[in-house]
């Protein structure tokens, strides 16, 4: 617990009404996406860089933890206060500074969320790709502590592919640029894309300057159902071999549809036999989606789909997203609690991955619907528990089996949601000892008090505090 | 000089036909594609990543310094052993180890030649993009180093977007693998995008797996002739306006075209008065690319082109080409040195640029041909000088005003080439010392003896060695 000193001293910089004590902020603070939460000691809401900067040169002076924070949406417990310490909220810097058409940039603070950003370029006929699932919620600021991707990742690439330049604060006080507002731009070590996806650990984010490109005027999509995921699988390939790159390419597994089935109230949306399903949309100009729509078609047929359908208008794309879209409220009625993993393979792999996620649900008697990213080979496996002693041990052994699978297919833990809190202690699977202290010395670099985002990425040593628990 | 000790190690290491000491021989790989050279006490040759282990080990026992290199076609130095030492050629790992189809990637070692690359996945339909202007010499280690680019970048992104992951050997001879096969992949620091770009100052890469898209059916060509660069930046606007993402948007300017209506025997390529060419291509879906260049082409004409030609065929595209492909040996029958610079600016900064170079040209007595990536803001600037100290310092002014006054537009000091060693002076015009302290701590996090390349992208300290000396 940190002394009354610590927050008077960031009350002299934020002002008394920016920082809160009590427990209940403390409580909704401490929280993510996960059902992880530990409360920290103080909740401190910024609204400028320099205020940013005060607050990290006193966390670093005094030695307390210091946490950014986004939204909140993250799935790896990654803005959870593992170690107490000073909760600091970026949610008032929330302007989008500039929208320079000329320079397709756009400006940003840390606390814009996703969909507003998204909002706010369409309206001038640009396009800022990522589009993280939770993109109503998520914060620009908490994107680029994960590097957040989406479903138009596969064609578009994830949001370091859009982040050309920061200022930030690292955890000393010391205000930083990286990068720039250019594309191309080698001059030094690329610490923008060091910093984006190292979830907080290394500096805090307080502008942003993200690349925007031409809107793509056109979009068609189709569902394709398949009774087998090596169909589906087979029907991606023939149209990658057809030369046709396409904006969204979800793959949703047989356990999922049924799930958002019984969620619809038992409404049948597949051909009995159902095991897979594809959504797929292309973008471009009018004459190129209509070419490559057929494409698609044909690549599913050819791979032999049950049914494919075609949606003619916007609100048939809606219907036929509505599936991808219901699949979370879906999976909360299934079971209390969900492990999220979403893990990725070789693009090819995934039939296998598929595979072997039913034989780990079989050996471990738990639910695995599973759905993701085709094109990027990163699922969303899902492990669905009861809320029992029993049934959480059961979980983490299938989680774990999962992991050892993925890495044996030549996969990563994390497509999209970063090791954070709930995947800490799974690195060593993934990366050698001699990895992990090359990672500990960078991180040193930036941090050498170790004061920022503490108990994050690494697994845990002897001397660290206890991990929070599961609400 | 190092001892005959460490000559006979290398020699147990890699097989003595594989060290040579020989005076050509250490001249010839001292230098780059600048006129920099600084000869090597050593160079060997690995074959394998193991031997490139045990002579990184031995280097950083000896505190001897080591240059890895890849085609020497750099245009910063950052090849030439400016502290000696040895030189380890990467020229003899030149096997493209795997291209699969079914993960869309491509397992290459550092020593595969560019367009080597480029023939091998096209002929399976497959696009890897990144295309430096060197590429039918330089290698893909070299294109990693530097994070290379090329006309396509604007489009597909530089390098750094297709490099999925690493094998590479640290200063102490530990291996490492960065990310993997997958293009999403947030498990720890994105070590990969580091070493990218890092100039062959961080590690030593011996593998690496690179993703490949399908490849874009068709491709069609435009060229429009300008009377000011004010225009031809209007047309670029007006063609992204018109929501078209060209595969090339090369920009290049009078005195450019001058120098190769010269080089060609004074052949007229522009109508009178051309101040500005625009060489755009789009590739994609036959549809697709017949709907845009029509949109390419009314762009130009809005913006005013007094000329456009659209290439019928192959043979028209590559004469399209031709005045593109000419600029670098009609420069070299200008002036015997060319400075060349490949800055970058914000793309709305693209006229304000040319004026000052112009302004430049005029006030220090240079003739500063420009060309390059208009889409991408990152133009060639080439201050040619005569052979004498007298033109070479108005030239090293010139060159300072320049990089000036790309900082004051918000630009970068290198777009493709790197900072090397020539440019290593400059590095405190873009980055503060805060920033630059910072990046000699992620140095030191991987090369805590400093071996690797020493001399490049830092400013030089009072206890380097002298720099070696243009040729």
Redesign the interface.
């Given at each position: 617990v940190i002394s009354s000193d610590i927050a008077a001293l960031c009350e002299s910089i934020v002002g008394a009404a920016h920082v809160r004590r009590d427990e209940p902020t403390r409580l909704a603070y401490g929280t993510d996406g996960t059902s992880y939460c530990a409360a920290p000691d103080l909740v401190v809401l910024p609204g400028r860089a320099d205020e940013i900067a005060a607050i990290a040169r006193l966390c670093t002076e005094h030695l307390v933890p210091l946490v950014p924070r986004g939204a909140g949406t993250g799935y790896s417990g990654g803005a959870v206060p593992a170690h107490g310490g000073i909760l600091l909220s970026l949610e008032r810097l929330n302007r989008i500074v500039e929208l320079?058409?000329?320079?397709?940039?756009a400006v940003v603070e840390p606390g814009v969320i996703t969909s507003d950003l998204h909002a706010a370029v369409e309206r001038v006929?640009l396009f800022y790709p990522p589009d993280p699932a939770s993109l109503a919620r998520s914060s620009i600021g908490g994107n680029i502590a994960?590097?957040a991707?989406g479903p138009r990742?596969?064609k578009y690439?994830?949001t370091?592919?859009y982040v050309l330049g920061l200022e930030a604060v690292?955890p000393n006080g010391?205000?930083?640029?990286?990068g720039?507002?250019?594309?191309?731009?080698?001059?030094?070590?690329?610490?923008t894309?060091?910093i984006?996806?190292?979830e907080g650990t290394?500096a805090i984010v307080t502008r942003a300057t993200l690349r925007l490109?031409?809107?793509?005027?056109e979009t068609a999509t189709v569902r394709a159902f398949f009774e087998s995921v090596g169909s589906a699988a087979r029907g991606v390939?023939r149209l990658?071999?057809?030369?046709?790159?396409p904006a969204a390419l979800e793959l949703i597994d047989g356990a999922s549809l049924a799930a958002v089935e019984w969620h619809l109230g038992g409404v049948a949306l597949a051909p009995p036999g159902t095991a897979a399903l594809l959504l797929i949309e292309v973008d471009?100009?009018?004459?190129?989606v209509?070419?490559?729509i057929g494409h698609v078609e044909r690549a599913c047929a050819e791979a032999g789909a049950t049914r494919i359908d075609r949606a003619r208008d916007a609100a048939e794309r809606e219907e036929l997203w509505r599936v991808r879209r219901e699949l979370s409220p879906a999976l909360k009625q299934i079971a209390p609690i969900k492990f999220n993993n979403d893990v990725?393979?070789?693009?090819?792999?995934i039939p296998e991955l598929c595979a072997a996620v039913e034989r780990i649900g079989r050996d471990h008697g738990v639910l695995v619907p599973t759905f993701g990213?085709a094109g990027?080979?990163?699922l969303h496996v899902n492990i669905m528990v009861e809320d029992t002693r029993e049934a959480r041990d059961r979980a983490a052994s299938a989680e774990r089996a999962l992991f050892e699978e993925v890495i044996r297919l030549?996969?990563?833990?994390?497509?999209?949601?970063?090791?954070g809190l709930t995947?800490a202690k799974y690195?060593g699977l993934?990366?050698?000892d001699?990895?992990?202290a090359?990672?500990k010395?960078?991180?040193?670099?930036?941090d050498p008090a170790g004061i920022l985002n503490p108990g994050k990425?690494f697994p845990a040593e002897d001397s660290d505090k206890s991990t929070p628990q599961r609400r």
């Open positions: 320079n058409q000329a320079d397709l940039v006929g994960e590097n991707g990742a596969f690439g994830t370091k592919q690292l010391d205000a930083i640029r990286t720039g507002r250019t594309v191309k731009n080698v001059a030094g070590y690329d610490l894309d060091l984006v996806g190292s290394l490109i031409p809107k793509p005027p390939d990658l071999a057809a030369r046709v790159l471009g100009s009018l004459a190129a209509a070419a490559e990725v393979v070789p693009k090819g792999k990213h990027d080979g990163n030549g996969g990563a833990l994390t497509g999209e949601h970063g090791i995947k690195l993934q990366f050698s001699v990895e992990i090359l990672m010395r960078v991180k040193h670099a930036f990425i």
